[in-house]
């Protein structure tokens, strides 16, 4: 059974750090991974998709990678700003299967 | 612009009614999901429909039902046998040619 973890659960930088936020899974037999961006009481906006024969993906500040041997995934943000915070999650699909199991989050705060 | 889009953004159920929820999408994906949100909790699979007039349960789908009868649209009905309706839910479709997920803005459900 896949599972999705993320750590840490809460994380409060000040502004202009470069951070990481970390994914693990259980099960590397993957289709893809996504993550996505949570504002408070909205729903989730795809920030980068990964397909399982990528190792990484970029897209302005941010850029995804992806180890499948070790059930890993990275997203890393560079100079990072007040409007950066959200809660962060990344979601795994199986591979040939049409679900996608949801890591709990990553709570981001940055400090002006 | 295309997008999916839910309504309504909050709902007020009394305890013993039936709701619906409802999810659209002009995105022209096949593919559309019910999740739901709890504090603190990843997102949970209810339904799945992967074409028109065919669904299938998720982990959580007691006390749910769906239908499928355009592509165009997936709503969801909390029954009064969900002894806890009270969260947020998202719906999301999938599109065919790069598996992303897209979600909607979510509505938020409170039991009374």
């Known amino acids: 059974k896949q599972e999705v973890t993320q750590i840490p659960a809460a994380l409060s930088v000040p502004e202009g750090e470069n951070l990481v936020l970390n994914c693990s899974f259980t099960?590397?037999?993957?289709?893809?991974l996504q993550w996505f961006r949570q504002d408070p009481g909205k729903g989730l906006t795809s920030l980068l998709l990964?397909?399982?024969?990528?190792r990484e993906q970029t897209s302005g500040r941010l850029n995804a990678s992806l180890d499948k041997s070790s059930g890993r995934s990275t997203l890393y943000i560079a100079a990072s700003q007040p409007g950066d915070s959200a809660t962060y999650l990344c979601?795994?699909?199986?591979?040939?299967?049409?679900?996608?199991?949801f890591g709990a989050g990553t709570r981001l705060f940055v400090k002006a | 612009d295309g997008g999916i889009t839910q309504s309504p953004k909050y709902l007020f159920r009394k305890e013993g009614q039936n709701v619906t929820l409802s999810c659209e999408q002009n995105?022209?994906?096949?593919?559309m999901y019910w999740y739901r949100q709890d504090p603190g909790q990843g997102l949970r699979l209810i339904y799945y429909?992967?074409?028109?007039?065919?669904?299938q349960k998720g982990d959580i789908a007691e006390g749910y039902s769906v239908s499928r009868e355009k592509k165009e649209s997936f709503p969801l009905t909390v029954t009064s046998a969900q002894k806890n309706p009270t969260a947020f839910y998202l719906c999301?479709?999938?599109?065919?040619?790069?598996?992303?997920?897209?979600f909607g803005p979510g509505t938020r459900l409170t039991v009374l």
């Open positions: 429909s992967q074409i028109v007039n065919d669904f």
């Open positions: 979601a795994v699909r199986r591979a040939g299967g049409f679900k996608t199991i």
């Open positions: 099960d590397s037999a993957i289709y893809n």
């Open positions: 999301a479709s999938r599109d065919g040619s790069y598996n992303e997920q897209f």
């Open positions: 995105l022209n994906h096949d593919a």
């Open positions: 990964i397909q399982s024969s990528q």
